[in-house]
């Protein structure tokens, strides 16, 4: 996944330390410069424009990206937002004595009986006592809809954390959580199997999607007043993994190759719709905050709402990512200065999907670092995902090639892409808020990695940056990719409105 928390190996730790020390290296990716389409590199929409931006608007498309059906959803109407009190079905208290039956000292249990109670209700409400959990939370697509809330004065009162990240092996993980999954429900249990699958099949580790601590696949599921964690290199801090996302003086077409892959997910809602969040903080630093679509095949995403109000989440690279469509309302969006470069988004979001990642009466915050403070952060930039090449741009190698085909596959110097990868275009707004001094204030978009790499894309726009850059690339939309012909007026993809700059 995304270029991302990469260590150097213990053999490469001597260069690590060295190339961090060096204020010579430069960045793995850019900041985005204006394109024909925009003439800023901060386009802004228009009042009109703006208007398609409200939490009622955006929430109310579902279903297959470009062909998505009308389904109004208001969850400011729901008593999960109206802070309304419930009467719980199950209460987690790490402290209390369990009966399996409606008190449990863990998360996971009370999800697995919940689970298999699914006949009596719609909904169960799990009340989560004050306490810190350490252990995974996987909760599967079910006819019960699942509320975990907390009872704290504040969200920190009610920790669930693990410190997973995606180099872990699957053997290691199946040794360390397995016991915890050995008697939950058979649904929970199967995506835990799933997990080892993809390590057996994979390169061996867990992976990205393997990392997070939270894993929810439950349509209507919602969390009040709680925190979920990865305390992966909470510790520690992260700056160690500089060299990862960086470079670090490597001038090679592909300079993360060979490297290990650290992303450690706190929250991962996958192929889940109508997810609410009300008051939870999100901690992590790559990758805290996973949310993904439903797969249908290759060129079809089955498109799933989630929203966050009035919340806080905190990371440092690709920290909001994922191609779901998500509205953020009201919340803190805090970066961390850990390293010297930082991604708030990176939105994988489909060419065909009408809605992305919108932002709107929220706060980009940062910690006060040293690095926070040279104003060169990124609010996003756009994941190019799956990529093995890139027709963009001028890699430089003789007889290089990334054209059109049927697999996305890179044997040096010949490479193919397919019209799946390509439509990863990623889309983010961000409207009436207020953004820090963190974020560089010329050119707050950035590109996907670094010119003359292959996995490099330029930052686009709008949907017509997305077409120009194709017939560029010698990929025609209409006749390679069956459109039926370019939006007018162009489409946004990534855009502000009203936002105001911290002095």
Same mark, same amino acid.
């Given at each position: ?74 969850? /400011?109407?729901?008593?999960? %937002?109206?802070? +309304? ?8 208290? !790490?402290? &209390?004595? #369990? $009966? ?63 410190? /997973?990240?995606?180099?872990? %092996?699957?053997? +290691? ?8 999954? !050995?008697? &939950?429900? #058979? $649904? ?83 192929? &889940? ?188 726009f709008n949907s017509d940056d997305y077409w120009t850059n194709l017939k560029a690339a010698g990929i025609d939309p209409v006749r390679d990719l069956g459109y039926a012909r370019a939006p007018q007026p162009a489409l946004p993809f990534l855009a502000e409105y009203n936002n105001t700059d911290e002095p």
């Amino acid at each position: 996944m995304l270029a991302a928390l990469l260590a150097v190996g213990a053999a490469h730790g001597a260069e690590k330390a060295d190339a961090i020390a060096s204020p010579a290296i430069k960045d793995s990716s850019t900041a985005a410069a204006p394109s024909p389409s925009t003439g800023s590199a901060r386009p802004q929409l228009s009042a009109a424009q703006a208007a398609q931006f409200t939490v009622h608007e955006v929430l109310k498309y579902v279903g297959v990206a470009g062909r998505e059906r009308i389904d109004p959803w208001d969850p /400011l109407v729901d008593p999960l %937002a109206t802070n +309304a009190p419930f009467t719980p079905h199950y209460i987690v208290d !790490a402290k &209390a004595r #369990a $009966d399996g039956v409606s008190t449990f000292n863990t998360v996971q249990a009370a999800v697995s009986r919940a689970l298999l109670d699914a006949d009596q209700r719609r909904r169960a409400y799990i009340l989560v006592k004050p306490g810190m959990y350490r252990e995974l939370v996987y909760v599967p697509a079910a006819p019960v809809a699942i509320t975990l809330y907390g009872d704290g004065k504040q969200p920190g009162d009610t920790v669930i954390t693990a410190k /997973l990240d995606a180099a872990v %092996a699957g053997d +290691a993980y199946a040794a360390q959580y397995g016991p915890q999954f !050995a008697h &939950a429900h #058979a $649904d929970v249990q199967a995506m835990h199997a799933l997990i080892k699958q993809r390590a057996a099949s994979g390169k061996g580790n867990i992976g990205t999607g393997g990392s997070q601590t939270m894993w929810v696949q439950n349509h209507g599921f919602q969390a009040r007043n709680l925190t979920i964690a990865n305390g992966y290199n909470k510790d520690v801090g992260n700056a160690r993994e500089e060299c990862g996302e960086r470079p670090c003086g490597r001038t090679n077409v592909n300079p993360q190759q060979n490297v290990v892959h650290h992303q450690a997910v706190a929250l991962q809602v996958e192929g &889940a719709d109508k997810v609410q969040f009300e008051q939870v903080r999100l901690i992590g630093f790559q990758d805290t905050l996973y949310l993904k679509n439903r797969d249908v095949h290759q060129r079809q995403r089955d498109t799933v709402r989630s929203f966050f109000h009035r919340s806080y989440i905190e990371g440092d690279v690709d920290f909001i990512f994922g191609d779901s469509t998500a509205y953020f309302l009201k919340s803190e969006i805090r970066t961390l200065g850990d390293r010297s470069t930082a991604y708030v988004g990176a939105p994988n979001t489909s060419y065909l999907s009408k809605y992305g990642f919108v932002f709107n009466q929220s706060v980009f915050t940062h910690d006060g670092s040293r690095n926070a403070l040279a104003g060169r952060f990124f609010l996003a930039r756009q994941w190019f995902h799956n990529q093995k090449c890139t027709p963009y741009g001028k890699v430089p190698l003789d007889g290089y090639r990334c054209v059109l085909g049927e697999t996305s596959a890179y044997s040096a110097p010949h490479g193919t892409i397919t019209p799946n990868v390509l439509e990863t275009v990623g889309k983010m707004v961000v409207l009436n808020s207020r953004i820090g001094r963190h974020i560089d204030r010329t050119s707050p978009w950035s590109d996907w990695n670094r010119n003359g790499t292959l996995p490099y894309r330029p930052a686009q726009f709008n949907s017509d940056d997305y077409w120009t850059n194709l017939k560029a690339a010698g990929i025609d939309p209409v006749r390679d990719l069956g459109y039926a012909r370019a939006p007018q007026p162009a489409l946004p993809f990534l855009a502000e409105y009203n936002n105001t700059d911290e002095p």
